[in-house]
């Protein structure tokens, strides 16, 4: 069993940073990825960038390329999200997710074990 924790989410001017951390308990030693994926008011959860824990190899939406950066860090069993350059399009409830064991597409949330509760970024105009 493992447990997600988001955080650092907010309310900032578009250009603006955050960042968000989701940090891990449990049986954390099985985990192959750890990514981010957002949900927009009235709109299907999207990917926004995914890592794989021991590589460290990282994946972006075309839409958060050169703006966003995921990192890891594994004595904390924590991940985070780098957000810069924000724009109001980014407002979405964030929310960390967990892949357990190897899997070649990371990009579609059907293929995560476990999941946060979410954290709010709004980005006004």
């Known amino acids: 069993q493992v447990q997600l924790v988001e955080s650092g989410g907010g309310l900032v001017q578009a250009g603006g940073s955050l960042r968000l951390s989701c940090a891990a308990s449990?049986?954390?030693?099985?985990?192959?990825?750890m990514g981010w994926f957002r949900r927009a008011s009235g709109k299907e959860r999207e990917f926004v960038a995914a890592?794989?824990?021991?590589?460290?190899?990282?994946y972006y939406a075309d839409s958060v390329k050169g703006r966003f950066s995921i990192s890891r860090d594994n004595d904390k069993a924590t991940v985070y999200l780098q957000m810069n350059s924000l724009k109001p399009e980014d407002t979405a409830v964030y929310y960390c997710?967990?892949?357990?064991?190897?899997?070649?597409?990371?990009?579609?949330?059907?293929?995560?074990?476990?999941w946060g509760q979410g954290t709010q970024v709004t980005v006004s105009s």
């Open positions: 997710t967990m892949r357990s064991r190897y899997v070649s597409q990371l990009v579609v949330d059907y293929v995560y074990d476990y």
């Open positions: 449990g049986r954390t030693f099985s985990t192959y990825a």
């Open positions: 890592m794989t824990w021991s590589g460290g190899a990282a």
